[in-house]
């Protein structure tokens, strides 16, 4: 696949989060696509970025693609459009969050899971790190 046919994006997530952390180390995107993997917690000009457009990085993570940031459950169903069906993990992933609905319900239970895990591990949330 020559070069022009790759396709950058950038994928904006909580490395304090084994949830998170685990997501974007499991993911597998079709070879079309080269993701950036950003931890919000190293800062930098993407996530400065998301913060000046109002995304809340506590309430998920963000997808930049073709200049466009998609945030939360939108993020992710995008990635499951994206990704392979090359493993159990990402079969599943692309049935519950490729449709819109059901990723807009499962998603916020899953940044409530999130939240209660980082107060367990006593790890800061991002607006307050």
């Known amino acids: 696949m020559s070069e022009p046919d790759r396709i950058p994006i950038k994928v904006l997530y909580d490395g304090a989060c084994p949830f998170c952390s685990n997501f974007v180390r499991m993911m597998r995107l079709r070879r079309n696509f080269v ?3 950003v931890d919000i917690r190293a800062g930098g000009p993407d996530v400065d970025a998301a ?3 109002g995304l809340d990085l506590d309430e998920g993570m963000v997808l930049i693609h073709e200049g466009q940031m998609h945030h939360g459950h939108e993020a992710v169903q ?3 459009l994206m990704s392979t069906r090359s493993d159990l ?7 519950v969050f490729r449709r819109p609905r059901l ?3 499962v998603y916020p239970l899953l940044a409530f899971g999130r939240r209660c895990v980082l107060a367990v591990l006593g790890r800061p949330r991002f607006a307050d790190g």
């Open 89 to 95: 993990f990402n079969r599943v992933n692309a049935a």
């Open 103 to 105: 990723a807009r319900f």
């Open 35 to 37: 993701p950036e993997l």
């Open 51 to 53: 913060v000046r457009a």
């Open 78 to 80: 995008r990635l499951a």
